[in-house]
């Protein structure tokens, strides 16, 4: 296996015009199957944003005499997602669970999770998106089992994330492990309608 891994590469192949003289013939390497790999393009992340200097200073390694014609010093900038289109939910301690929850007029979804956990990072972006998409019919909070534990223990909480809806002060359903955002969502509508 690990030879086949150290005989297997990945060309790269810019977006910006580089000189052919500065690619060399053997870029594309035969592949398992006998066929050859076709270029693959970087450049393409959709979060970081590469300057020209620094794709022309990496393209200028590969043929060192041309390093003179470009300007060194490249750089990438971080270019920051729309972050206002999601909401954040704010988190529960176990004193403010009766008047947040149990006395809510509105249904809620409470996620109970762990920062130590993996899944529930997975689905935090979903629960903020979801507490935009339903604001005004449904309140959403978060609730970490390692700071409020008698909260987990009064429902039963084994495992996170999970997710309960309560209604009217009362558990009406409940969702364990990180599930996709439509499996929310229609949890969400069942308790709309009634």
């Known amino acids: 296996m690990a030879s086949l891994l150290d005989s297997l590469t990945v060309t790269r192949v810019f977006s910006l ?10 870029s594309a390497v ?3 199957s006998g066929r050859r790999i076709s270029p693959v393009r970087v450049l393409e992340f959709k979060g970081l944003k590469a300057s020209r200097s620094l794709v022309t200073q990496s393209a200028s390694l590969v043929g060192a005499n041309r390093r003179s014609r470009f300007a060194r010093g490249g750089r990438i900038a971080c270019e920051a997602q729309d972050t206002t289109a999601a909401v954040e939910v704010p988190n529960l301690s176990d004193s403010e669970w009766q008047t947040q929850v149990l006395e809510s007029d509105v249904p809620v979804l409470v996620e109970f999770w762990a920062p130590w956990c993996g899944p529930c990072r997975m689905i935090h972006p979903i629960v903020d998106q979801l507490a935009k998409d339903f604001a005004g019919k449904f309140k959403f909070y978060k609730i970490n089992t ?3 534990p008698n909260t987990a223990n009064r429902y039963g909480i084994r495992s996170v994330p999970t997710v309960i809806i309560f ?14 955002r439509e499996t929310l969502e229609k949890t969400i509508e069942r308790f709309l309608v009634e």
């Open 167 to 180: 209604k009217g002060g009362e558990k009406k359903d409940s969702i364990i492990g990180a599930v996709p």
């Open 17 to 26: 015009p580089i000189a052919s003289s500065s690619i060399s013939s053997a």
């Open 30 to 32: 035969p592949s398992v």
């Open 146 to 148: 390692d700071e409020s």
